[in-house]
């Protein structure tokens, strides 16, 4: 399975900043995920990033507030805008492997913290 | 609507004792099925998958999980639980009506008792 990287791992912020998160995979990838876990809280989808397209976000997000790129088919980020306390979880990303069938591997997640 | 249910919160076993997690879903058809495992401060683990054919799926870690059709279930089991398996477990499936998003349960801690 793809190897999943993230920067930052965790991060402090003061509230109203921005912080942006990378995910590296090792492979090429056309599926990447992005998922908030609240805390306490399973995973809820945020978006869904293919290369060469806008990301598709999921109801409930939207793109002003959680803007993602997806220059090429090993990288993406996801930014957190004009953050509040409520947006304190931990953000992951994933890749799909085997086309069409769910199956996803995420990496280590981003512990964030907004204060 | 597509739904996936993990009754328990929370389950405590003895180390050595055998474990079940329950995991019902809720679905028109059959769906592709995942366990994923979390550790404290880690992602996600994928433990096993059912997509078809044999119902006893094995994963790794010593973990295998059962699909009943009739059930809508997919219960996730270990013969001999280690300290280590100490985690958040999560029930996912996914399906052609969800574009073949994860649909993610809620999640059943387990904790081991020496």
């Known amino acids: 399975s793809a190897v999943i990287s993230q920067k930052p791992s965790r991060d402090i912020c003061q509230r109203g900043t921005s912080l942006t998160i990378q995910c590296q995979v090792d492979s090429q990838v056309t599926m990447m995920f992005w998922y908030r876990q609240q805390p306490g809280q399973s995973l809820t989808l945020i978006a869904t990033?293919?290369?060469?397209?806008?990301?598709?976000?999921e109801s409930g997000f939207v793109i002003d507030k959680f803007p993602i790129s997806r220059p090429n088919l090993t990288f993406s980020t996801l930014t957190v805008s004009n953050m509040s306390p409520e947006d304190s979880s931990i953000y992951l990303c994933?890749?799909?492997?085997?086309?069409?069938?769910?199956?996803?591997?995420f990496g280590p997640g981003t512990r964030l913290t907004v204060t | 609507a597509q739904s996936v249910t993990q009754p328990d919160i929370h389950i405590t076993v003895s180390e050595g004792a055998s474990l079940e997690l329950r995991c019902n879903y809720s679905y028109g058809a059959t769906p592709y099925l995942f366990w994923y495992v979390q550790s404290p401060g880690q992602g996600l683990q994928l433990l096993l998958k059912?997509?078809?054919?044999?119902?006893l799926v094995q994963g790794i870690k010593g973990f295998e999980a059962e699909f009943k059709r009739s059930q809508s279930s997919f219960n996730l089991r270990k013969p001999s639980v280690h300290w280590s398996d100490a985690a958040e477990y999560f029930c996912a499936f996914s399906s052609m009506d969800s574009s073949y998003k994860l649909i993610f349960g809620s999640g059943t801690r387990l904790l081991v008792r020496p």
């Open positions: 994933s890749v799909e492997e085997g086309r069409g069938s769910g199956e996803q591997y």
């Open positions: 990033a293919n290369q060469g397209s806008e990301a598709t976000y």
């Open positions: 059912y997509f078809s054919g044999d119902t």
